[in-house]
Structure formats: C-alpha cells, structure tokens
T-cell receptor, first 111, second 113 residues
Framework: NAGVMQNPRHLVRRRGQEARLRCSPM?????VYWYRQLPEEGLKFMVY????????ESGMPKERFSAEFPKEGPSILRIQQVVRGDSAAYFC?????????FGSGTQLSVL | GQNIDQPTEMTATEGAIVQINCTYQ??????LFWYQQHAGEAPTFLSY????GLEEKGRFSSFLSRSKGYSYLLLKELQMKDSASYLC??????????????FGAGTRLAVHP
C-alpha cells in the first residue's frame, strides 16, 4: 500500500517562474492537506481539499498561490511568479480518520 | 488564538529515558498529536491523545492533561535512530472537525552513545 506520494522531491526555480507541486494521497483517502515548513519553524497549514472542492484555504497567501484536487489525478499546489521567500519544504498529507499521513515533501528553492 | 510551546533542543544518552514537554493554548481543544520527523523526511505519526491520561505504545508513551494544557512524550530505552525532531500538534474544534492541525516548532532530540 503506497503512502502519500509527492513529486518532485526537489524543485529549483528562478524568481518569477511558476512552481507546480504534486501530491497523490494514500489509496482510499479523499482528504488532502498542504503544509509549508520553513527552516527551524513548525509546519504551517495552508489548504484543505476534498475531491474537486477547496474546504479551507485560510492558510494560503491570497496572491500567487492556488491549489486543486481534481476528480482524476493528483492534488496540485501551484505557485506563480515565485519569490525567494517561497523557498521552503512543502508537505502534503492525506487522511480518512484522525491520523494525518504525510508525504516526503517537496523542497522548493528559489534562486 | 492558538499557541504551542515545546523546547527547541534536547540531548540524551543511548539507553536512557527522555521526556519532551508541550504546552498549548487553544479555544476548542479536540485532540493532541505527536509526530516524529527525521531530517529531510516526512513526519510520521506517533500518538494521539484526546482524553486525559497516558497512552503507551512500545517504547513511546504520551500523556495529556487538558485542564493544564499540557502533554509530554516519553521515550524509553533510547536508540541512536531516535535522534529526530518531535512535533507536537493540536486540533481545534474551530477547524470544523477536520485535521487542520496546529504544529509547534518541534523539539530536536540528539541521542549520544
């Protein structure tokens, strides 16, 4: 039973480019959460999605960031016109109960 | 608002016992979680407490006191592989009942021979 799969593991972008981060939840899970982790800081909630619906995006910046979880395929976190401050580890998690299962994350580096 | 505090770093000796404390403030407590995270890897679930008391699972135990807003994670018979960050997280009812967890900054544990 594969766990939460995220790709790419590492993503390098120049300022102004777009970053697309993908997440496939665990089999049977229909709830996806995205978290961001800066060095020496805790995981910060960004957005919670169910299939085709954004339930809570209160932790996501209003501009440049968007997320989707289509009926078919992985969840996508999209960051447009990246800036250096977007450099962080982005973790996806899925659940069908109390437990959150995390993927290995995507380390985004903005040059 | 919500606030979670835990020590930044701890060190311990292989074979010993270590207790990692976590205090929290939240308006509508609905469960406390502990996760382990090795550098560059995914956080992995360790324990979940929603009622007061001690939950034991092998070498790891977690305690909760809701009246004090306090939890601890107890690691026994420490092994070198236990060197990792330990994340305390709280779920709040204001989140609507789903797993919008609020995480502390984590405690980095170093186990020495």
């Amino acid at each position: 039973n594969a766990g939460v799969m995220q790709n790419p593991r590492h993503l390098v972008r120049r300022r102004g480019q777009e970053a697309r981060l993908r997440c496939s939840p665990m089999k049977g899970h229909s709830h996806v959460y995205w978290y961001r982790q800066l060095p020496e800081e805790g995981l910060k909630f960004m957005v919670y999605l169910q299939k085709e619906n954004i339930i809570d995006e209160s932790g996501m910046p209003k501009e440049r960031f968007s997320a989707e979880f289509p009926k078919e395929g992985p969840s996508i976190l999209r960051i447009q016109q990246v800036v250096r401050g977007d450099s962080a580890a982005y973790f996806c998690a899925s659940s069908n109960s109390e437990k959150l299962f995390f993927g290995s994350g995507t380390q985004l580096s903005v040059l | 608002g919500q606030n979670i505090d835990q020590p930044t770093e701890m060190t311990a000796t292989e074979g010993a016992i270590v207790q990692i404390n976590c205090t929290y403030q939240t308006s509508g407590f609905n469960g406390l979680f502990w996760y382990q995270q090795h550098a560059g890897e995914a956080p992995t679930f360790l324990s979940y407490n929603v009622l007061d008391g001690l939950e034991e699972k092998g070498r790891f135990s977690s305690f909760l006191s809701r009246s004090k807003g306090y939890s601890y994670l107890l690691l026994k018979e420490l092994q070198m592989k236990d060197s990792a960050s330990y994340l305390c997280a709280v779920r709040d009812r204001s989140s609507g009942g789903y797993n919008k967890l609020i995480f502390g900054a984590g405690t980095r544990l170093a186990v020495h021979p």
